[in-house]
């Protein structure tokens, strides 16, 4: 079986391929995301796709993706009634405390600090409340994908319910926590490993991998610091 390959596609955007071939997106802002190499403006080949929560920068895309790719998607139950009304069939609703089974692979949702709402006709559209996942593939390497948030002191029930092994924590600050806030995550998560995500997009993201590195790497934690576009296994 293969190891898990990690693509990353600009911002929080990710393109995960699991040990046994599956392809889940997550997350997809591609089109006006100016951290996305162009030849990832648009994406086919998707098996599943993840949604943490209902800001554009996370969910622009998703509408499209879903008719590029047919998947089925998996989010909060109001994100998902909003997608109904937009004619999307292949629904997973869930919430917070939940897990389902996907080929072999088991997603449970679990919580975030921070806000989600969507802007549809000048008015704010109420997209339930963000959230994080832990996904456990097939060769049981698990891993918790952070969505937007802030450093929380329930990340150590994260950790005694899943034990993942790798984080994928945003570090921008302003919007979310940044290197410090993602420095006590990983040691309230137990992980070795942790994927830095949302920075460096914007002037204001000024969080930083290499200050994540200064914080984490004396405690044995590794940084996988990736370039958009490239894919890690």
């Not at 109001?78 to 997603?107: A, H, Y």
């Amino acid at each position: 079986m293969k190891r898990l390959g990690i693509t990353w596609l600009g911002h929080g955007t990710f393109l995960l391929t699991s040990p046994g071939g599956k392809r889940i997106l997550i997350d997809p802002w591609l089109e006006e995301n100016p951290c996305c190499p162009d030849e990832w403006k648009r994406v086919s080949d998707v098996d599943l796709i993840l949604v943490t929560h209902g800001h554009s920068d996370h969910i622009e895309d998703l509408l499209q993706a879903v008719r590029d790719t047919g998947a089925p998607v998996v989010a909060i139950v109001e994100i998902c009634q909003w997608l109904k009304t937009k004619g999307v069939q292949r629904l997973c609703p869930m919430n917070k405390g939940g897990t389902l089974t996907f080929d072999g692979i088991s997603v449970s949702m679990v919580p975030a600090e921070h806000s989600s709402g969507w802007i549809e006709d000048g008015h704010v559209v109420y997209m339930g409340e963000a959230v994080g996942y832990v996904v456990k593939f097939e060769d049981a390497l698990t891993i918790y994908f952070a969505g937007d948030t802030t450093v929380f002191g329930d990340m150590r029930l994260i950790r005694k319910l899943h034990a993942p092994e790798l984080a994928f924590l945003p570090i921008g600050d302003r919007f979310t926590m940044g290197p410090e806030g993602a420095a006590m995550a990983c040691e309230l998560l137990g992980v070795d490993q942790v994927v830095p995500m949302h920075y460096g997009t914007f002037p204001v993201l000024t969080g930083a991998p290499d200050r994540l590195r200064e914080l984490v790497g004396p405690k044995g934690v590794t940084v996988l610091e990736l370039r958009p576009g490239d894919t890690a296994n």
